[in-house]
């Protein structure tokens, strides 16, 4: 039997009892339409993700007072960390753009009778593009404002729209500790990091923070810039070195800080995505097989309803292939049809999820060459059963069926 022969008996059937077909599709229709959405949703969160991890700086080291042992657990002073430990960093290290001494600590803000408590975080003119801030308005402190303890301020947008709501903020007096500070920038908004909002912090130059706002020596973070060409491992091994023989610990003492690698927290990051998307993926595949079972139920129906007419078929000569290619067909078509169908409601349903939901969602095209791909599978796996079960029936039994 010809193939378009095939097809145009296959649509004959299919289209012989619409209602009967529809339902067959349904299950891929929804299995197909879930994958498509939930990869979405899983590549949306994976963007997302790694959009927040490298808004706060590329290239970047981040060395904190106390040791890590396995399971997060840490040990040492928390007070470890010095200026001139930073300032060594800096001078000794080879590899190394830019370093960055921070203090931070919750202080109240006050502008009038405007009061918000948030995170003052004192640092260099440096901080600004280790960690990728952008200035929206005005401009930062300077190397001299710095020298002289100055009292400058760079707040964040969150923090300029409560303190002063749709008021310039720059060249206003702001309070932090009954201490008068200038705001001299405003920085873009970054977004909410979940454990850090960067938007609502207040940043002065390191000195002032140290001595008049914070009454604090030493430092709670060194943020270290490496060169683009750097060897990572070797600018953490040479740290390490250099603060393990500033502290003067032995050999069978732990590190009294710890570095972070921003590279190793977006692998991290990007791994616990990945493993959510395969997750998301794989429970909503399980409708796809459901489909697949629907339609097998269907096909082997229609076998029997069409019992007699194979009989005939194969009285006039059709051989077994041309009965298995038909009801194979059949089934690869409607889970074609139903794939393709899934597809337009999937990606509808993925963007109604970011226009409706705070989530975002990203299609890719591979995730649609996958829902095509399975579909057709699913066809073929669960179709073949029943073709194969009517290209071997015999013709004189099923002529005589009734």
Do not use: C
């Not at 600004?128 to 930062?140: H, K, P, V, W």
């Not at 050999?251 to 997750?279: G, P």
């Not at 009965?323 to 999937?346: K, M, N, V, Y």
């Amino acid at each position: 039997m010809l193939f378009w022969t095939i097809i145009k008996v296959a649509l004959k059937s299919l289209t012989a009892n619409k209602l009967r077909s529809f339902l067959a599709m349904l299950g891929i229709i929804i299995g197909v339409a879930a994958v498509i959405s939930m990869l979405a949703l899983g590549s949306g969160a994976k963007k997302q993700v790694l959009e927040r991890v490298t808004s706060m700086g590329t290239n970047l080291l981040m060395i904190r007072p106390g040791g890590e042992r396995r399971g997060g657990v840490h040990t040492g002073s928390m007070e470890s960390l010095t200026l001139t430990d930073a300032q060594a960093i800096l001078k000794t290290v080879e590899g190394l753009e830019a370093l960055a001494p921070v203090v931070m600590g919750r202080a109240s803000v006050k502008y009038y009778n405007e009061n918000l408590t948030t995170t003052i975080t004192g640092t260099s003119l440096t901080y600004l593009t280790i960690r990728n801030f952008e200035l929206d308005q005005g401009r930062s402190f300077t190397w001299i404002e710095e020298e002289r303890s100055s009292h400058v301020a760079i707040i964040g947008s969150n923090a300029a729209e409560l303190l002063f709501g749709k008021k310039n903020p720059l060249n206003e007096r702001i309070r932090i500790k009954n201490v008068n500070f200038l705001v001299i920038g405003v920085l873009k908004a970054k977004g909410d990091q979940g454990w850090f909002n960067p938007d609502e912090m207040v940043i002065i130059p390191f000195m002032t923070a140290m001595k008049q706002i914070l009454g604090q020596v030493h430092l709670n973070e060194i943020d270290v810039q490496t060169e683009p060409k750097a060897d990572l491992n070797k600018v953490v091994t040479d740290i390490t070195q250099l603060l393990r023989k500033r502290h003067h610990l032995g050999n069978d003492v732990d590190d009294d800080f710890s570095i972070r690698n921003q590279a190793e927290i977006l692998e991290m990051a990007s791994t616990f995505v990945r493993t959510f998307t395969i997750l998301l993926g794989g429970i909503a595949s399980i409708s796809l097989i459901v489909g697949g079972i629907g339609i097998m139920n269907i096909m082997l129906v229609t076998v029997t309803e069409r019992t007699r007419e194979i009989g005939v078929r194969k009285a006039i000569g059709a051989k077994d292939r041309d009965i298995l290619g038909q009801f194979l067909l059949e089934s690869i078509l409607i889970s074609a049809l139903g794939g393709i169908i899934g597809i337009a409601l999937g990606i509808l349903v993925a963007e109604m999820i970011g226009k409706i939901t705070e989530y975002q969602t990203v299609i890719e095209i591979s995730s649609i060459i996958l829902a095509i791909t399975v579909s057709a599978s699913v066809g073929i796996f669960f179709g073949y059963y029943p073709a194969r079960r009517a290209a071997r029936l015999d013709p004189i039994e099923a002529l005589r069926y009734e």
